[in-house]
Every structure is written in C-alpha cells, then in structure tokens.
C-alpha cells in the first residue's frame, strides 16, 4: 500500500517548483503518492515563504492544526525560506516537527526523512545541477529553474539570507529539461529566478545570458510559449527587449518590480534604478509591443517614505498603467538593513496602500472595456466545475470559455464578449 503526501505551498512559483522537486523524489524513492488530505496522509510537508511577515505566523498556526489532525505515526517537514532563517527555532517552537529542509536543500528531502529532527538548512549548498527525477503540477505547462539563489543587496529583502549566493544553471540542462517537458506534452514553460535576466552567474564552462538562453529555448521543436519571472528591471537592456519584442515564441507579458517609485526611496532600498530609468524601459516596451501587459510589485510605506516619494509612485502608477499590481505595506524582516530602519507610521501605511489599490483598480476599470471584442489566443490548460474551460492569452489575460475537457492542452482564438478587472469571458471561434 502506497504511503501518502500531502503538502502545502506558500509563496512563489520557485516554492510551486521546489514542491514537484519534492513530490518526484519522494515517489521515486520512497512510494510516495499525492493526497489532499492531511488528516491520512503518513508525512505532511509545508513549503514556506518569508518574503512577508503574514505568512511566517501563518507557519506556526498551519502547523498547530495539522499536528492535532493528523495520524499519531505521521510526520511533519517544515520546507521552504522560512525554514532556511529559523533552522533549529521551528522544532523548539514545534518540538513534534520531525525536519526542517532549507529553500537550498530540496534534494536533501529523502535523507532528512529518515533522520528525526534533522535540521538542513544550508545557504552555500550547490543543487544546480541535481538531476531531480519528474513530476509537473500541469501536464500543459512545466516550470523551469535557470537560477537558484540571489546575489542582489535589497535591504527589505531576505531571500539571500535563505536562498544564498546566485548561481545559474548550466544551459544544455535547461534546454535539456524544456525538451522533455515538450515531449511529455506541454506547450508552454516558464522560467523561473530570482532575477532571470541577470542569467549567467557563476556559469562554468561558457558566457551565456539571458537573451541568448530564451533563443536557445526558444529552437526547441513543439515548444510555442515561454514565459519567465522574474526579470529585475536594472538589467533590462535593450538587446533583452528586443529579443522580447521580436521573438514570436516570448508570451508578451512582462513582470517588472517597481517596488517605489521614488528615486531617493530607491537608492534607500538598494535596488540600482532610478524612477527615470523604470519608465524609460516600460515605455520602450509599450513601444515595441503595444499588446505588452505589464505587471509590477510595490512596496509603500518603506522606512523614510515621504508623502512626496509616494506620490512618486502614484505617478509611475498612472503612467505605465500596469494590467496587474501586487502591492503590499511594508513589513520588517530579520536578517536584512531595513529591520533597524525607522518605520513609518502604521496608519499612514495602510492609507498609502489604499489609495494606491484604489487608484489601481480605477485604472483597471477604464482599461477592460479596450478588450471587449477582441480576438485572442488561448492556451486553456484548467477544467472548472462549473462548465467552463480557461487559459491565459498571450499576454496574461486570464480567460474562460464554455467547454469541455477536449480543449485542455490547446491553443485556440477566442473573442471575449465580456471583460473585468480580473478575468474575461469570450467564445471559441477557431
């Protein structure tokens, strides 16, 4: 009788990939299968984030409630960046916790399992060239690490405190891997770093970027889309824009982390851009595809945020109109400069984000209406119970059709009849 997964993950699409790097080790190995339910399942993992403060306090609670549901011999492994900054502390915190595996330790999790209370947290370990046995959460679409790590010095940031220095994958292994994602049947990959097109750190045997490494995927037979997150806007050279714009298998949608629009906040947060240098790169890329749908990350109420710095970014907001906005108030993290910096008042934060949500959404209102009749093409690669079947255009736009399974893993042209902020609703027509 096979023994029972369940597992739970927070955080990015880099979390979702270390999660299928977990689940295919422990089937290969170990005879694991896949459950939904905690309350059977014979070891409970949860994959942790600790970019923001919500979900590290989530950890402990998630973790109170599944040791009361599950069965008296199952085991607990705590994954992810959170385990990689608090090590040892989540076991005495939650002494029934029997592992914790660091973000940079994923191929350890078949040796941690056998070993109570074994703490691998490791920020120096080198997997990058780990040859993970498969398993893909989609059979559609396959996420792809081209990176591990971050050699970046944001001072709100913690992810090179769990993750470490940057290292880049060795390309004939990415290429490799997109050929046998193609194989096994799916149409779209999505690459995925810290910062993708700063591509090329501490590669070994040759000088390859990211530019040159979308070409590279982009010869693979069978291949139609690639997507890629996330790319850092100070390395957004032209030759990388261009490549974007031209390249017919490049999905046309761009994440580009604002985090402030002001200069001097900027400089604060050590993200090497200026306000000028952002809109300079979303304007060269509205330019060159003016489909582009840009999404963004922002960060309000950062230590020393003037309401002048915000109204910096309430301008960077309206003039690049992003399709998309995650935006949160800012929560100190350990082991990063800004811990000790001054905060700004808690109020004025959420006042902040509020105007800066409302405003997003305003814009999203006057937007919609421009694709209402529009023809698109959709890779749908979702089934919903509800009668429909959805997908996302060339440019993000999350779409859903009336349909049946038939569809899943097809590309087709859908004219959308009916539009809001967060998906549209259309008709097959090819």
């Not at 040159?212 to 890629?228: C, H, N, P, Q, T």
């Not at 957004?236 to 490049?250: H, L, Q, S, Y």
């Not at 710095?309 to 929560?331: A, C, G, H, I």
């Not at 736009?397 to 259309?426: C, D, F, M, P």
Request: with cysteine; hydrophobic share 40%; aromatic share 8%.
């Amino acid at each position: 009788m096979s023994k029972k997964l369940f597992i739970e993950t927070l955080g990015c699409a880099m979390n979702v990939r270390d999660s299928e790097h977990m689940i295919a080790e422990l089937n290969a190995h170990e005879g694991y299968v896949l459950t939904d339910d905690a309350a059977s399942a014979d070891l409970i993992l949860i994959n942790t984030c600790s970019v923001r403060e919500k979900p590290v306090h989530k950890l402990f609670s998630e973790l109170g409630i599944f040791n009361k549901l599950k069965k008296s011999d199952a085991k607990i492994g705590v994954c992810g960046c959170t385990a990689s900054h608090l090590g040892q502390e989540i076991i005495r915190r939650a002494p029934y916790v029997n592992f914790v595996l660091g973000a940079r330790n994923v191929s350890k999790i078949t040796d941690v399992l056998h070993k109570d209370r074994a703490v691998e947290v490791d920020i120096d370990y080198d997997e990058s060239q780990f040859a993970f046995k498969d398993f893909r959460s989609s059979p559609y679409k396959a996420f792809i690490n081209i990176s591990i790590g971050c050699d970046k010095q944001c001072t709100f940031c913690i992810v090179p405190k769990t993750r470490g220095e940057e290292v880049s994958i060795p390309p004939e292994l990415i290429v490799a891997e997109v050929k046998k994602a193609v194989d096994s049947g799916a149409k779209e990959v999505f690459l995925l770093g810290q910062n993708v097109n700063n591509y090329g750190r501490r590669l070994a045997n040759e000088k390859v970027n990211f530019t040159e490494l979308l070409r590279r995927v982009s010869a693979v037979e069978g291949l139609e889309r690639i997507r890629f997150t996330s790319p850092h806007p100070l390395h957004m050279d032209d030759e990388f824009i261009e490549e974007f714009a031209r390249n017919p298998k490049i999905c046309k949608s761009m994440h580009m982390p604002l985090q402030s629009g002001s200069t001097n906040i900027l400089k604060a947060m050590k993200r090497g851009y200026s306000k000028e240098w952002f809109l300079n790169r979303a304007q060269k890329l509205r330019d060159l595809v003016p489909d582009v749908s840009i999404s963004t990350d922002i960060i309000v109420a950062f230590p020393g945020e003037s309401d002048a710095d915000f109204e910096d970014t309430m301008d960077v907001l309206n003039q690049v109109r992003f399709e998309q906005l995650f935006s949160f108030k800012y929560s100190p993290r350990p082991l990063t400069e800004a811990e000790k910096m001054e905060e700004v008042d808690s109020e004025v934060g959420s006042d902040r984000l509020e105007r800066l949500q409302a405003r997003h959404d305003a814009i999203l209102d006057e937007m919609k209406a421009i694709n209402l009749g529009k023809v698109v093409e959709v890779y749908f690669e979702e089934l919903r119970s509800d009668g429909y079947v959805a997908g996302r255009s060339d440019n993000n736009l999350a779409i859903k059709v009336k349909g049946s399974e038939e569809w899943l893993g097809k590309i087709a042209k859908v004219k959308i009849t009916e539009v809001s902020r967060n998906v549209q609703y259309g008709e097959i027509i090819a």
